[in-house]
Nanobody
Framework: QVQLVESGGGLVQAGGSLSLSCAAS????????MGWFRQAPGKLREFVAG????????YYADSVKGRFTISRDTAKNTVYLQMNSLKPEDTAVYYC????????????????WGQGTQVTVSS
């Protein structure tokens, strides 16, 4: 079992930055893929970014490439999502998720989810 708890959401003006954190606990993480997803009101949950917990590879949705960065601190068992140059369309509830399948962007490929944290970007 993997437990995930997100934090760091809030209200920010367009062009601003926010950093989200996801504290993980439970099973060994070395071969786990950590992902960030988001869901805006009335829309489907969508992939944002993913990274292998053990290090190295990351991948992003086209809509956030160059603006968002996923990283992790293995000593703290925490994954981060640094969001820069935020746009109103980035407004959503952001979720942290874990999978054993690398490179996947489908919500169905992720077995463990956090409770979500709200990010609101004002224009």
């Amino acid at each position: 079992q993997v437990q995930l708890v997100e934090s760091g959401g809030g209200l920010v003006q367009a062009g601003g930055s926010l950093s989200l954190s996801c504290a993980a606990s439970g099973r060994t993480f070395s071969n786990v893929v950590m992902g960030w997803f988001r869901q805006a009101p009335g829309k489907l949950r969508e992939f944002v970014a993913g990274s292998i917990w053990g290090g190295g590879s990351t991948y992003y949705a086209d809509s956030v490439k160059g603006r968002f960065t996923i990283s992790r601190d293995t000593a703290k068992n925490t994954v981060y999502l640094q969001m820069n140059s935020l746009k109103p369309e980035d407004t959503a509830v952001y979720y942290c998720a874990a999978s054993i399948l690398y490179g996947r962007t489908n919500v169905n490929d992720y077995s463990y989810w956090g409770q979500g944290t709200q990010v609101t970007v004002s224009s």
